[in-house]
């Protein structure tokens, strides 16, 4: 018996029903993988915010710490988002979570399903066999940059990009390790034409490159990339940028596979490892039961593979998800016409039942 400690993070929306969905498929995998779970369910968010008026509270950070791996759902709260001046915001939660766990790179596979490529909006011919792996910074650049703030008429507004080498050089080894046990191609994507960032980027990957000979690096700018992504999706492999343009280009990205329900991510760094959806709370649905909980299960099936080091538990997990794909028990984002669409709980059900 393998026992492991869960942190779950469900946080705001309709993270807690599909956070659900992917503890259904944890539990299953436990019964046939012979895992012990143990779970610490802790606050993030608005709701952490409205319980106790911070949004990563010491406690939860204390969880995550205490855990072998953190499951996330989402954060976000529309209540905030029209206050400009809010003193406290949900998304601060995540960056201070993501700050405090030392989680400087968030993984974010792209590739296709076959039964759902009528639903991306583009042509079938171009995204057939799209697969590439996005390596996203996550502590540092605009997001973390300061000073941030306003002059003191209000009128003017800033935001500092910084990034130093030692945090170029972690993100971009990762970039070409994973290049190195895939198809050996590594675009590193900037604005060195206008960013003095980008170009410490390059400069660094350059004199990382000799260590890394059979890996090709090929350097795009971030303009062009958002076009080539969505043009030629198969000409990239693994892709490794500073955070805001990370968070950017994967968010496109995600029309390749269909839905933003699809894609999961693993946040991994120093300490505990998170594993996340790339969308967001999605608070139209919350409450609704139709929420698409399948990026949450695939993140769990990353947990295994990347947390746990068990590739057999995450392709059981992933078998199942396309099971539902194929037999349409799927949620109404991806449900094909004439095809009634099933509950969050459904798709859960039968995703864990499948396992
Ligand atoms: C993401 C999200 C977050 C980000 C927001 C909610 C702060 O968009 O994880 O991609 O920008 O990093
Ligand atoms: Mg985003």
Same mark, same amino acid.
């Given at each position: 018996m393998k026992e492991i400690k869960i942190a779950v993070l469900s946080g705001d929306g309709i993270g807690p029903e599909i956070v659900a969905q992917a503890v259904k498929a944890v539990d299953a995998v436990a019964? &046939? +993988?012979g895992y012990q779970v143990t779970y610490t369910h802790a606050l993030v968010g608005a709701t952490a915010i409205d319980a106790v008026g911070d949004p990563y509270p010491e406690e939860t950070h204390e969880v995550c710490m205490a855990a072998d791996a953190v499951l996330f759902g989402a954060i976000g709260d529309p209540r +905030?988002?029209?206050m400009p001046n809010a003193k406290v915001r949900p998304e601060q939660g995540l960056l201070a979570m993501? &700050? &405090? *766990?030392g989680l400087y790179a968030n993984l974010r596979p792209v590739n296709t399903f076959e039964t759902l490529l009528h639903r991306s909006p583009l042509r079938y011919d171009l995204v057939e066999g799209a697969d590439f792996l996005c390596v996203r910074e996550l502590t540092g650049g605009l997001y973390f940059g300061r000073p941030q703030g306003r002059s003191e008429d209000g009128n003017t507004a800033y935001d500092t990009c910084v990034y130093t080498r030692t945090e170029i050089e972690r993100i971009c080894r990762l970039g070409f390790e994973y290049a190195t046990k895939r198809r050996k191609k590594l675009t590193v994507v900037d604005k060195a034409n206008v960013l003095a960032t980008s170009r410490l980027w390059r400069e660094t990957v350059q004199a990382? /490159?000799?260590s890394y000979p059979d890996v090709e690096v090929e350097y795009m700018f971030v303009d062009n990339a958002a076009m080539k992504i969505i043009q030629q999706p198969r000409h990239f492999d693994v892709v490794v940028t500073e955070n805001m343009f990370g968070? !950017? *280009?994967t968010d496109e990205a995600s029309? !390749?596979?269909g839905s933003l329900g699809l894609l999961p991510s693993a946040s991994i760094g120093t300490g505990t490892s998170l594993f996340e959806p790339i969308h967001g709370s999605y608070p139209q /649905? /919350?409450?609704k039961n139709i929420a698409n909980p399948i990026a949450t !299960?695939?993140?769990a099936a990353m947990m295994f593979e990347y947390a746990f080091s068990d590739m057999e538990a995450g392709a059981a997990i992933r078998r199942a998800v396309d099971l539902s794909i194929a037999q349409n028990v799927v949620t109404e984002d991806i449900a094909p016409a004439g095809v009634t669409p099933r509950s969050t709980t459904e798709v859960g059900d039968f995703i864990a039942a499948n396992i």
């Open positions: 019964v &046939k +993988f +905030f988002d029209n993501r &700050k &405090k *766990l990382m /490159a000799p968070d !950017i *280009l029309v !390749i596979t /649905a /919350a409450g !299960i695939l993140s």
